[in-house]
């Protein structure tokens, strides 16, 4: 082996403007060396998504990349897990809950951020797609910090300030949620976790509209149902065309999303009786600010 061989720089590839960029030339079944994963990570910053693409990596590989960008934290739903691998959870159309029926899933079919409702929410959500449709099924992500900054100034001002207040699944949609979620909730005894709605990005400073509808019991100072209509409606508002777009998934792709920066949604647009399943890892955030 020629050791002056000179190793493949990654290949960048901006998926549009404002968000989402396709890197390939970084293997990740070995850590990256300080100057690859610079690259990466910057990529990750200014794209607010970036996907690695054309990696087969086992769970323990999987894990291995996505500790290089820090402490992992568990999925707060437990019952879909990697056999021996419990910080890699199982996203699948093929999952059953409790009671045997289907579990329902729609609830990551619109515009979220994960886990809101805990006290300091992951920085990084990651995606690695183990099977998949023939099309469709995509993720979906989008801009927040650049959908903040293109609001009128007046829209900036009403809701830069505005505090949310979070449960595991809010009351206005638990007839739609997940019986064993909605279950858990109801057993629950811990008050909701107060987050901004606008959160401060601790790395970049920027702002960024940050929000789980399923999981915003209200606006500190709405209704429940008034918190759903105005976090509808500013949705409407905030996420254009231009600021998101959809990954059509590559076996093998490992999708990382900046979540203080981004809301995510996942794609049901596919023939549910192929199989579309990927590995989430999740890496531990700060306090949202
Ligand atoms: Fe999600």
Not at 81 to 88: M, W
Not at 116 to 141: I, R, S
């Amino acid at each position: 082996m020629n050791v002056l061989a000179k190793k493949p720089a990654p290949q960048i590839e901006k998926v549009k403007d404002h968000v989402g960029a396709i890197i390939t030339g970084v293997d990740l079944t070995k850590p990256m060396d300080a100057e690859t994963f610079k690259t990466v990570y910057d990529a990750l910053l200014e794209n607010v998504a970036i996907v690695i693409r054309g990696n087969v990596l086992t769970p323990a590989q999987y894990q291995a990349a996505a500790e290089q960008f820090g402490e992992l934290m568990e999925d707060q739903n437990r019952m879909y897990l990697v056999d021996g691998h419990p910080l890699i959870s199982v996203l699948s159309n093929r999952h059953k809950a409790s009671d045997g029926k289907p579990a329902k899933i729609a609830n990551n079919a619109t515009w979220h951020t994960d886990h809101t409702n805990q006290e300091c929410p992951p920085k990084f959500t990651m995606l690695y797609a183990v099977e998949l449709p023939d099309t469709g099924g995509g993720t979906a992500v989008c801009n927040m910090r650049d959908a903040y900054e293109a609001l009128p100034e007046d829209i900036r001002e009403k809701i830069v300030d505005m505090k949310t207040e979070n449960t595991l699944i809010s009351s206005a949609r638990m007839a739609s949620a997940n019986p064993d979620i909605v279950k858990v909730q109801k057993a629950s005894t811990k008050p909701p976790t107060v987050q901004p709605l606008v959160r401060t990005h601790p790395e970049t400073g920027t702002k960024s509209i940050w929000f789980h509808k399923s999981k915003t019991e209200r606006v500190i100072g709405m209704e429940p149902q008034e918190t759903q209509d105005f976090l509808e409606d500013l949705l409407e508002k905030s996420i254009k065309p231009e600021f998101h777009f959809v990954h059509e998934w590559q076996v093998g792709d490992m999708l990382i999303i900046d979540n203080r920066s981004t809301m995510h949604k996942a794609g049901f647009d596919f023939d549910k009786s192929q199989h579309r399943h990927l590995h989430r890892i999740l890496v531990r955030g700060d306090r949202p600010s």
